[in-house]
């Protein structure tokens, strides 16, 4: 394969439009340790303040789905600077906003903003790379993704130590418009002709409604399980779940049947009719479950079990995630050069034995080897994940990537969502009737709480890796048949 060389205006493109993703990324991880200030600002409780939390992440996975009709609507440029207007309208809010309600708005205006320019940002990526460099590019996308969330929580600790927490959004304003703007407008080409594509509202009703539903019912069916095992009345929050449960399936099973149907279909699905790629999406919503929950096992498990402080333990996520990080382009130049097999199975055969030394050590971890198992997961989550999708885009006819785009992303936000609620409820289960935080039981529950995630963690990715055998096998086949 020849090497192709990469244009400079595309890495201007993928600069512009990727601090756009990271800044939301970076910002919504920056909150989640701002909680207890927040709940004193506001005089709001714990399940009140993570709806700052819950609501953007609701927000970009609802917007997600639309990037395909975005794509194929509108220009580049043009949603480029849509992208830019929203992050700059939310910050602008959330800095002067001073009542609960009004900060709320501004998260559901940055996560519509987040969830337009990530798409973008691999859309560009696809469309627009020299084949040769695909893998490469797919893997800085990654990085811009990944890293992120790596130093979102050390940020937030060292902003709410020395600076008023709404600092963080006055600082990304002139980031926005002093660089991502520019740049982009110089450097954000379109490549393809626009179409004249139709937004299927009911379609969008639906898929909203399909993964609020199912999002709520993870949140609510960790509300009921913990609530029932520390005693308290869980019937509420158990028939919430359930209704919840209902209408997101409901909504689901409604938006595969409309879009066989449709002229119009507002995300194209007849591509997930083969197997192999439909193997990888899989594996592609399983590991985030791992891969972003772990953030927040570790930095619970920290505090709670090791007595660290909020600070050192958002440190402790910092090394595995950032230089693993870092390594995902290495990931994407290892897929160009040697294919999908060896570099994607490789990477996670590597990453679970980062959960597998933590069972092994989960009853004596120390902080030192909490971070170091943990970098041992984030060095081959890095390595190999990006390269999932990459794949699977690859092996779909080019007119449907955007729908694919569309899809692995969405699935990528349910993952991560589903993996926080998972890994939450089977801590709290550890903890219930454990005694008051900081106590030597209470300590010992949470540890014994971290071994039975790590247990989980280590299925979930072993089911991942099942998959992509599965699928790397249906591949094989094919290309023996040729």
């Not at 909680?35 to 996975?61: G, H, K």
């Not at 007849?270 to 439909?278: C, S, T």
Request: aromatic content about 10%.
């Amino acid at each position: 394969m020849p090497d192709e060389r990469i244009p400079g205006k595309l890495i201007g493109a993928i600069v512009a439009v990727g601090s756009l993703a990271f800044i939301g990324i970076l910002t919504e991880t920056v909150m989640t340790v701002l909680f207890p200030q927040l709940m004193r600002e506001f005089n709001v409780d714990t399940a009140t303040v993570q709806w700052i939390t819950t609501i953007y992440l609701l927000v970009v996975a609802a917007t997600m789905p639309l990037s395909s009709y975005l794509n194929r609507r509108f220009k580049h440029r043009t949603l480029f600077l849509a992208a830019v207007a929203l992050a700059v309208l939310g910050s602008l809010i959330m800095i002067v906003g001073h009542a609960f309600p009004v900060i709320l708005i501004a998260r559901v205006i940055q996560g519509m903003g987040s969830g337009v320019a990530t798409p973008l940002m691999i859309n560009i990526i696809l469309e627009q790379s020299p084949k040769s460099k695909v893998g490469r590019l797919m893997g800085v996308g990654s990085l811009v993704i990944t890293v992120a969330p790596a130093i979102g929580p050390t940020v937030g600790g060292a902003v709410s130590s020395i600076l008023p927490w709404r600092a963080i959004f006055v600082i990304v304003i002139p980031i926005i418009l002093l660089v991502s703007l520019p740049v982009g407008l110089k450097c954000v080409e379109q490549h393809r002709p626009t179409e004249e594509a139709r937004l299927n509202s009911l379609q969008f009703v639906s898929i909203v409604l399909a993964l609020c539903g199912l999002v709520m019912f993870l949140n609510q069916a960790g509300v009921s399980v913990s609530a029932a095992v520390s005693g308290g009345s869980a019937t509420v929050s158990a028939v919430f779940a359930v209704v919840s449960l209902i209408v997101g399936l409901g909504a689901l099973l409604f938006f595969g049947w409309s879009s066989k149907r449709s002229f119009s279909p507002l995300i194209r699905l007849g591509w997930l009719r083969d197997p192999m790629v439909l193997l990888h999406l899989i594996a592609y919503m399983l590991l985030p479950i791992v891969g972003i929950g772990f953030g927040y096992v570790i930095t619970n498990v920290a505090q709670l079990s090791l007595g660290t402080s909020a600070f050192l333990s958002g440190a402790l996520v910092l090394p595995g995630a950032l230089i693993g990080a870092f390594f995902a382009p290495v990931g994407g130049m290892l897929y160009d050069r040697f294919g999908p097999v060896r570099p994607i199975l490789g990477a996670f055969f590597a990453a679970i034995c980062g959960p597998i030394l933590l069972l092994v050590f989960s009853m004596r971890l120390t902080p030192v080897t909490l971070a170091g198992f943990y970098f041992i997961f984030g060095f081959g989550y890095s390595l190999g994940f990006s390269n999932i999708m990459t794949n699977a885009l690859r092996n779909i006819a080019p007119q449907f990537m955007p729908d694919g785009n569309a899809v692995f992303n969405t699935c990528l936000q349910f993952g991560g969502a589903a993996g926080t609620a998972l890994f939450s409820t089977i801590l709290s289960v550890a903890q219930a009737g454990a005694g008051e935080e900081g106590g030597a039981t209470f300590r010992h529950a949470t540890a014994v709480g971290g071994s039975w995630t790590f247990a989980t963690m280590i299925g979930i990715v072993a089911i991942a890796i099942c998959c992509l055998i599965a699928a790397f096998r249906i591949g094989a086949k094919r290309n023996s048949r040729l």
